[in-house]
């Protein structure tokens, strides 16, 4: 049997992949947990054999979760699932060490076979978001840009942003101009949501 975990904020989403899984006669779901800051503690405690992770969980994102499960279990295979099938995301779970990425609306039948490849050691892709990673490359940003824009998304003020991150009001300024001119966009809620969008802002 293969051990699997699912992480994912949402518990109706959890449970139906379960249930999905479970009927599968070589997979058994042995932990669920709905936080990324609990995942590396459950693959521990479970034993788990494949890991199907979340991009966006509270406590830790799915991307650093992945990290953490490669750095402290690297016996356990990382599957990302998730609802956000964006090409940013993509390069940075498999820079974390995961071994696949696919999308919630995959057909149950494809997602157990992306558990067994994955538990097999190989690299399962959504051939969609493949395509799309490679036509756009990686990330504009730099890292102090990506840092602002994360701390702009909560709508905080250049002073805000600036206490936060231990910077100055004008360099702050500067890198919010810098990144909504390489993100095309007009305001700085645009840049945020392009960004977002892309997958640039998870954490590094």
């Known amino acids: 049997m293969i051990r699997v975990l699912l992480a994912d904020d949402q518990a109706l989403v959890r449970g139906a992949m379960a249930a ?3 009927l599968e006669p ?13 995942v590396v503690a459950a693959v521990r405690a479970h034993a788990v054999d494949v890991a199907l992770l979340d991009v966006e969980m509270p406590g830790m994102d799915g991307v650093a979760a992945a990290r953490e499960v ?5 016996g356990c295979r990382v599957l990302m699932v998730t609802t956000f099938g964006r090409a940013g995301y993509l390069r940075q779970a498999m820079a974390a060490g995961a071994s696949g990425f696919v999308v919630k609306d995959t057909p149950a039948r494809q997602l157990a076979d992306a558990v067994r490849r994955v538990h097999e050691g190989l690299r399962v892709v959504d ?10 490359g990686d990330s504009p940003l730099t890292e102090r840009e990506t840092q602002v824009l994360r701390s702009a998304r909560d709508g905080g003020t250049v002073a805000d942003i600036a206490r936060e991150l ?12 810098s990144a909504i001119g390489k993100t095309g966009a007009r305001t700085r809620a645009e840049a945020v949501r392009l960004a977002r969008d892309n997958g640039w802002l998870l954490t590094l």
């Open 127 to 136: 051939p969609g978001l493949a395509a799309q990673s490679l036509a756009q």
């Open 166 to 177: 231990h910077l100055s009001e004008g360099t702050v300024r500067n890198h919010l101009s």
């Open 20 to 22: 999905l899984l479970d």
């Open 26 to 38: 070589d997979l058994c779901v042995v932990a669920e947990v709905g936080r990324g800051d609990e």
């Open 70 to 74: 490669h750095r402290a279990v690297p």
